[in-house]
Structures are given as structure tokens and as C-alpha cells.
């Protein structure tokens, strides 16, 4: 357990949290701040700081009770979809560093965005920055 960790403190139940699923391995508990109605959070128990560091394990453990819950979303809530979002490092959003795997149920009327125009590239580009992947 990570003292200054507001997640580890969920775990341990210092800290209130709305539970909706646990197992040996994670917990899954309401967003404070939902984008949609629903939106949750599943985390590994052990701490770890994001994606990066998380063991394989926790992963597969944590990306299986994602899964689960988006079905009890589905079938509980009704909802019409599911986006799983994670967040590794500030420049990606991550405000909790304590691994986490958000799993927001969609809804056809719901006023969630995508918050980018993508845009088609040219192959050249595609290939340039496959290379460096690859290499
Ligand atoms: P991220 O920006 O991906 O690191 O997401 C962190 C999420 O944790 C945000 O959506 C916050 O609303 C949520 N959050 C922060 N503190 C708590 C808390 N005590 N209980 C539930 N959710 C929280
Ligand atoms: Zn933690």
C-alpha cells in the first residue's frame, strides 16, 4: 500500500467508496465524478502507478473485472454501449496514480463527445512512425 494514495486508502477502506464488484484481486467503485450515469473505476488491490508499471497479472486481473462490470452495465443499467478509458501519465490525464481502468457506460442520447477531429494521414507518415515502432 502506497500511503499518499487516495485508491490504496479505498482498498483498505479508510476512505468511502461506492463498491459494485470486487474480487481477490480488484475492486470496481463509482466515479466521484461521473461522465456518464454509472461511470466506475476497476483497480488492481496491489498498488501500482499506471500502466507502465503495472505487473501483467493485475492487468489481466483488472482488464477481466472491466469486462464483467461493463455486462452488469449493460444488463442492470441499460446502457447502449461502453467506452474503457485509461489514463497513463499527466500528459494523458491521469490525475490518480494508482492504476485504474475507467469503464463509462454509453447511452444513445448521452452528450459525450469525441474530444478530436481526427484526420486521415498519408501513408509517408504512417510508414515513418511504424518504423520507429518496429525499430
Ligand atoms: P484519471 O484522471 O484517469 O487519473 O482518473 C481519476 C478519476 O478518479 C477521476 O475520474 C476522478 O473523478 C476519480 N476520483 C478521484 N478521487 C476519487 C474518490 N475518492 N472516489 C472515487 N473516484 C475518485
Ligand atoms: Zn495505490
Not at 455486462?71 to 467506452?83: A, H, Q, S, T, V
Not at 494508482?98 to 501513408?123: C, G, K, M, N, T
Request: hydrophobic share 40%; glycine share 4%.
Amino acid at each position: 500500500m502506497a500511503d499518499d494514495c487516495i485508491f490504496c486508502r479505498i482498498v483498505a477502506g479508510e476512505l468511502p467508496a461506492e463498491r459494485v464488484q470486487e474480487d481477490e484481486h480488484t475492486i470496481a467503485f463509482m466515479d466521484l465524478n461521473p461522465w456518464t450515469r454509472g461511470h466506475a473505476l476497476v483497480i488492481p488491490r496491489r498498488h501500482s502507478k499506471n500502466l507502465y508499471e503495472v505487473p501483467e497479472e493485475d492487468l489481466r486481473h483488472t482488464a477481466s473485472a472491466a469486462k464483467h462490470l461493463a455486462e452488469r452495465m449493460r444488463d442492470r443499467l441499460g446502457c447502449d454501449g461502453i467506452n474503457l478509458l485509461n489514463a497513463c501519465e499527466p500528459a494523458a490525464w491521469q490525475t490518480v496514480f494508482h492504476f485504474h481502468i475507467h469503464v463509462i457506460p454509453r447511452y444513445a442520447d448521452d452528450p459525450l463527445r469525441l474530444p478530436v477531429q481526427p484526420e486521415q494521414a498519408s501513408r509517408e507518415e504512417l510508414g515513418a512512425v511504424a518504423t520507429e515502432l518496429r525499430g
